[in-house]
């Protein structure tokens, strides 16, 4: 085995399509996720902090004497729910979409980093982030802030010297469970829901498929650790 390979979320989505299309041979590649998909499953809730211990532990067990050529951790683990005004929703799910958006990928990202401190090889962490990182949507609070702490936690590791390289991506809007819950809600919840609806209309979202592609293209980029960037703009 030279390649070992994390994918938080792997269950559906994005990271299912992750998954599916890795481009190296000889790859391990483990899901971080509650539910499970097709590719070998460490159990865990992201929102849960009891869980992020199991994982930094699991991350430790597995990389100490790995000699393999490459490890990569992409954290695409993330919720929209609940949508609507920071002082309406239920107060339980949005702490958990906050534990899950902003600190789940700091604190995991630093448990990578650690556990592969001291390894001779290719390292990279690749988060994904949003334009939602910059852009404000009325009633999506939790999300926008966390890939903004997403994508300032990577420029600043980035600039660490750590030896892995560490980079946000944002892939667009993609045809995901997440847009179906998006384009569900009314618009005193998400005032912003007919731009998204019309991109579905129009045909302007992208499948799973093509941003694991663009994705995992990255890899091969001469990117410097550090970089946020937009899949769009390439």
């Not at 849960?48 to 992409?74: C, K, M, N, T, Y």
Request: aromatic share 6%.
């Amino acid at each position: 085995m030279r390649n070992l390979v994390w994918i938080s979320g792997a269950s559906s989505g994005i990271g299912a399509a992750l998954a599916a299309a890795i481009p190296f041979p000889d790859a391990r590649v483990i899901d971080l996720s509650r539910r499970g998909g097709v590719v070998e499953h460490f159990p865990a809730d992201l929102s849960d902090p009891a869980d992020w211990v199991r994982v930094e532990q699991h991350f430790a067990s597995e990389l100490a004497g790995f000699e393999g050529d490459r490890v990569v951790f992409i954290h695409n683990a993330g919720t929209i729910v609940p949508i609507g005004p920071a002082a309406t929703v239920d107060p339980e799910a949005y702490t958990r979409a906050v534990l899950l958006n902003s600190a789940a990928p700091q604190v995991l990202g630093r448990a990578f980093l650690r556990a592969a401190a001291d390894l001779n090889c290719e390292r990279h962490l690749v988060m994904l982030s949003s334009g939602a990182a910059t852009k404000p949507y009325p009633g999506w609070s939790h999300y926008n802030a966390g890939k903004a702490a997403v994508e300032q936690w990577v420029r600043t590791t980035g600039a660490e010297s750590n030896g892995c390289r560490v980079i946000a991506v944002a892939p667009g809007v993609v045809d995901t469970a997440m847009q179906h819950e998006i384009r569900s809600v009314d618009e005193q919840a998400f005032p912003a829901v007919d731009r998204f609806r019309e991109l579905q209309r129009t045909g302007g979202l992208i499948t799973p498929e093509q941003a694991a592609r663009g994705i995992w293209s990255l890899l091969d980029r001469p990117l410097a650790s550090g970089t946020t960037l937009d899949l769009r703009s390439l």
